[in-house]
């Protein structure tokens, strides 16, 4: 079975520049989870989609952040503009909402510098 | 506002140890406790955990939760210097799931 795919896996940009994440969840997977792990700490859920739907975004930084799983599978994260305290390892995870234990897997990340 | 604390924060054995990590909560409407190995980049799950008193077992590593005591415990036996990484507890309440900040584990030849 094919993991959750994440690109790019890093990415180096200026303050003040735009940046777009990508993930692909595992197939048939219903929810997806964006997370924002800074350097030291545990992973910050950023939004939660059940499906293409949005179920917590309260974390979210809506001033600069955005995301959408416009058709219910892969899901795009973005960051507009971004600064430097956005420098961060973004993860990206998926469940079924049939699975037993309710398992999230965990794709690669993407880690992002801001200059 | 729900809380998920980890202790210690970092911690270095050598092999052959026996180490005890600790996780400790408080949220609202509690689902389950999760514990996950980060060695890079993505945490890799280890065990879940609902029922209080009910130890979860998987080779030298075994967990406990205690919903009383709103904490868990995660045990190694016979550490290996393969068990360096960080490990996160997690715990989910109706909605979101929450990260403690974890224990980085170093094990030494």
């Known amino acids: 079975e094919a993991g959750v795919a994440q690109s790019p896996r890093y990415k180096i940009i200026e303050k003040r520049q735009s940046v777009a994440f990508w993930c692909n969840p595992i197939s048939g997977h219903a929810t997806l989870y964006w997370y924002q792990q800074i350097l030291g700490q545990g992973p910050k859920l950023l939004i939660q989609f059940q499906n293409n739907g949005v179920v917590d975004d309260s974390q979210l930084p809506k001033d600069r952040f955005s995301a959408e799983r416009l058709k219910g599978v892969d899901s795009t994260l973005k960051i507009q503009p971004a600064k430097l305290e956005d420098s961060a390892v973004y993860l990206c995870?998926?469940?079924?909402?049939?699975?037993?234990?309710?398992?999230?897997?965990f794709g690669p990340g993407t880690r992002l510098t801001v200059l | 506002e729900d809380k998920v604390v980890q202790s210690p924060l970092s911690l270095v054995v050598h092999e052959g140890d026996t180490v005890t990590l600790n996780c400790s909560y408080e949220?609202?409407?509690?689902?389950?406790l999760l514990w996950y190995k980060q060695e890079k980049k993505a945490p890799t799950f280890l065990f879940m955990l609902?029922?209080?008193?009910i130890e979860k077992k998987s080779g030298r590593l075994s967990s406990i939760l205690d919903k009383k005591e709103l904490f868990s415990i995660l045990n190694i036996t016979a550490t290996q210097t393969g068990d360096s990484a960080i490990y996160l507890c997690?715990?989910?309440?109706?909605?979101?799931?929450?990260f403690g900040a974890g224990t980085r584990l170093t094990v030494k030849p």
């Open positions: 609902t029922s209080s008193g």
């Open positions: 995870a998926s469940s079924s909402t049939t699975g037993r234990y309710n398992e999230q897997f």
């Open positions: 949220v609202t409407n509690f689902r389950s």
């Open positions: 997690a715990v989910k309440g109706n909605n979101d799931m929450r």
